[in-house]
């Protein structure tokens, strides 16, 4: 049995007025009885908890950084009305929001109850046990239940960089002929003849056409299609350290997102693997307009791993999974100490492969420190910046004398940043 504040004021009144009536043990103990005569009254009256029917949907979708409302419809199948009241648990990473509902339902009706969730990161939340207190009549008293209403919410990637897909696929078309301009890349694959014009480069005049009309004839080329992509998520330490509003995980994620709607949009095979020391998550079998759909399913329970990770098992797990020619792209920390001693001795095995591109965000605020000199200390904080600076420029270069390209950027301009070098690549025909 449930006391509710009522049954104690009301206790509390009862028993005063005996003790001034009847200021004997006898009279107090017949008002206590009297009163758990009531209560127990009350009880009885009160609508049983197996008379509800408690459902909702088992799982709910939203992007991180909105709001989305879980709806928990609540049906009074018994033939007793129904007082109370009903708590909806979440976890407060799910920021819950209006989970206290009153019940008032007459027998053979039913209600919607709606919580508002705000996630605070990715990945999903499980709802805890819906408590209902029904009262009586009298609402001295009542039953109270927990009863397991299985829900979870999945917070997706933010995806902010969504915005810049149409206008980097329209560049896309515009380097594959798709347009009125009819503009063609420098691609492998061929595409048609052309008549030969000033500035065109001599070596794409094709002599057998040539031969056989009346004018110079060359070849036009477009971009490269059908092509591997495998973006390769390092989760380990590194990936946990704060850049901007964000992980470094959180600014792979965000780009990989871009490149994989537009890779998509090229037509190119497009996987993903998210590895530390093993395989955290993988993306593979998917294309076209389900892939974005399908990265941010996969990537939403993705967290940095507090280990360092497993180059050597990294790379390996790359080469069994990609059998052809393919472009990896690799999302990692460029700190010299990790490069050095990890990154530079493995990348030869891939590079005899695979055309494989460096993906790194870097700090904006290292950047400010070092333009800073308005003080005597800032001035030595500018020092330590120039030196990491010039330290990742090192490691860059000499990421670059072996072939592989980098894109390194801050975590606002690295979506775009990549996507632009994927367009590049597509128009030079280097994949």
Not at 33 to 60: E, K, Q
Not at 88 to 94: E, G, I, L, M, Y
Not at 306 to 326: E, P
Not at 391 to 413: H, I, K
């Amino acid at each position: 049995m449930v006391v509710t504040g009522r049954f104690a004021l009301f206790a509390t009144i009862a028993a005063a007025l005996v003790m001034f009536l009847a200021p004997s043990w006898v009279g107090v103990l017949g008002a206590c009885v009297a009163l758990l005569a009531v209560g127990l009254f009350d009880v009885a009256l009160t609508a049983r908890a197996d008379s509800l029917t408690l459902t909702r949907d088992p799982l709910t979708i939203v992007r991180l950084g909105r709001s989305t409302e879980i709806e928990l419809v609540v049906t009074n199948t018994g033939t007793a009305m129904v007082r109370g009241m009903l708590w909806d648990a979440w976890p407060d990473s799910a920021r819950a929001d209006h989970r206290t509902h009153h019940l008032a339902l007459a027998p053979r009706t039913r209600i919607r109850l709606r919580t508002s969730l705000t996630p605070t990161y990715r990945g999903d939340r499980v709802a805890g046990p819906v408590t209902v207190r029904l009262l009586g009549p009298l609402g001295l008293a009542g039953r109270q239940t927990r009863v397991d209403v299985p829900a979870r919410v999945r917070a997706l990637p933010a995806f902010r960089s969504e915005r810049l897909l149409r206008s980097k696929v329209k560049r896309l078309h515009h380097l594959e002929g798709r347009n009125v301009a009819n503009t063609r890349g420098q691609g492998t694959e061929f595409d048609s003849f052309r008549e030969y014009v000033a500035g065109d480069d001599v070596r794409s005049i094709d002599w057998r056409a040539t031969a056989r009309a009346a004018d110079v004839l060359v070849r036009t080329w477009r971009p490269e299609r059908n092509r591997h992509v495998l973006m390769v998520l390092d989760t380990g330490r590194a990936s946990a350290g704060r850049v901007g509003e964000g992980t470094r995980l959180d600014s792979s994620i965000e780009a990989a997102l871009l490149l994989g709607g537009l890779a998509a949009a090229a037509g190119d095979t497009v996987d993903l693997l998210a590895y530390d020391r093993r395989v955290r998550a993988e993306a593979t079998g998917a294309s076209g307009h389900q892939l974005p759909l399908k990265l941010m399913h996969t990537l939403a329970g993705v967290t940095p791993q507090l280990v360092d990770t497993d180059t050597t098992g990294l790379v390996r797990t790359v080469i069994s999974r990609v059998r052809r020619r393919a472009l990896i792209v690799w999302f990692t920390s460029l700190d010299g100490p990790t490069v050095t001693e990890h990154l530079l001795p493995a990348l030869p095995t891939l590079t005899r492969r695979h055309r494989v591109l460096i993906v790194s965000v870097t700090d904006p605020d290292i950047a400010a420190a070092a333009r800073d000199r308005s003080t005597a200390d800032a001035v030595y904080t500018a020092a330590a910046a120039e030196t990491v600076l010039a330290e990742r420029a090192l490691v860059q270069e000499s990421l670059r004398r072996r072939g592989v390209q980098v894109v390194a950027a801050a975590p606002d301009q690295l979506p775009e940043a990549l996507a632009d070098e994927y367009l590049e690549l597509k128009q030079s025909g280097s994949l």
